[in-house]
């Protein structure tokens, strides 16, 4: 199961990757008609192997599914599914394909993919343009009419496939009203309020907006040392070019001008350690630290031995920016703290106080256990 927001590339991979399996998309109704009100005919005609594209248009599916893979059990990765709401897909798996499938989560391209395939890409343009493939695949085509459809084609259909949104508009204010809100704590009661819905409506649409890959929740760290008062998480959108389309952001220029500039730069790191994180398997390892007068951007957790990162759009930090840094480390201690880096631009790193770096991002996976 290869889940994602929609345009990740999720049905390009597995072509690629299984070009002689058949295909069948669950994007076209009568196709989805079939294979939740009859799935036997449809297996029949699209047995294994075979790609089924956007399985969360027909949940009666996963059960026949089910029998089929319990009936040749020895054969492996003979169904392949991809879907865009993560929620609804983990319910359906957890209810029919215990043990039977496993889970990958497709995220929009990081920095470093990006640079692989275009070495002299500038990071302001890669945070601009963002991460889904197409913006690369065809460099032509128009970043706002690009969101602008995604946007329109996200509310028109997950939107009302996981909820019942009466108001549509409300929503799309809701979202970008979040975008205002990313790289903070997380407030629903404020949210709520500046949109004019119910707090409650607020938590919903927020677990919607998750579910379908466009915001990620990233939660405070905690230890029986350090108890921290802060419970809130703080909320990210998970792409930066949603992100600054939503800003109204669509230039270098205008990024370096937006009063936004150190709330997006905070996004872009966040999804870049979220990466790397995620490449080496240490899902659940990120998390921001804070007390009653600071807060550590990014702590990373791997056993009990920590990192811990600040995010800042300069060029050339110094001392100055390692403060928060030093708090942190001392409040959760001197001896488990393995790593400590101001994530910024500068294109080189270099030695700052107290024992910490000055890491550029396109450092960061190689350098980070040797800080």
């Keep these: 199961m290869l889940t994602g927001a929609r345009q ?33 005919a449809f297996l029949q005609r699209y047995p294994p192997p075979v790609i089924v594209d956007e ?111 009466g108001n549509l508009r409300d929503f799309e204010r809701f979202v970008r009203a979040c975008a205002h809100r990313s790289a903070n704590l997380l407030n629903k009661a404020d949210l709520a309020r500046d949109v004019g819905i119910a707090p409650s409506t607020a938590s919903h649409w927020l677990s ?64 870049q350690l979220r990466d790397r994180e995620r490449r080496v398997g240490r899902v659940g390892s990120l998390f921001f630290w804070r007390d009653r007068t600071r807060e550590v951007d990014f702590l990373v957790d791997v056993g009990g031995r920590l990192e811990l990162y600040e995010a800042k759009w300069t060029e050339l930090p110094d001392a100055g920016d390692t403060v928060n840094l030093g708090f942190g480390r001392n409040a959760v201690g001197r001896s488990r703290v393995t790593a400590g880096a101001v994530l910024c631009r500068t294109p080189n790193s270099f030695p700052l106080a107290n024992g910490f770096r000055a890491l550029p991002i396109t450092e960061l996976e190689e350098n980070s256990n040797r800080l």
Excluded at 12 to 39: H, I
Excluded at 102 to 109: A, F, N
Excluded at 227 to 254: H, M, N, W
């Design 208 to 271: 919607m907006l998750e579910a379908s890959g466009q915001i990620v929740l990233l939660e405070p760290w905690f230890s029986n040392r350090t108890k921290s008062i802060i419970k809130s998480p703080k909320l990210y959108f998970a792409d930066t070019g949603l992100l600054c389309a939503l800003l109204q952001v669509r230039s270098k220029e205008a990024l370096r001008q937006s009063p936004a500039l150190g709330a997006i730069w905070e996004t872009f790191v966040f999804a």
């Design 55 to 165: 399985v969360q248009y027909a949940p009666g599916l996963f059960r026949h599914l089910k029998a089929e893979v319990d009936a040749h059990r020895m054969r492996k990765g003979q169904f392949l599914l991809t879907g865009s709401q993560k929620f609804t897909l983990m319910k359906n798996i957890s209810e029919s394909l215990a043990g039977r499938a496993d889970i990958v989560e497709l995220e929009t391209l990081s920095f470093s993919e990006i640079r692989a395939a275009l070495p002299h890409i500038e990071i302001e343009a890669a945070i601009v343009r963002g991460g889904f493939p197409e913006l690369y695949a065809n460099p032509d085509i128009d970043l706002a009419a690009f969101y602008n459809s995604y946007l329109a084609t996200y509310l028109e259909r997950d939107v009302r496939l996981l909820t019942n949104v």
């Design 8 to 40: 990740t590339g999720k049905t390009s991979t597995f072509r690629r990757l299984f070009p002689n399996y058949s295909f069948v998309s669950l994007d076209l109704p009568t196709e989805a008609e079939q294979a939740e009100k009859e799935p036997r």
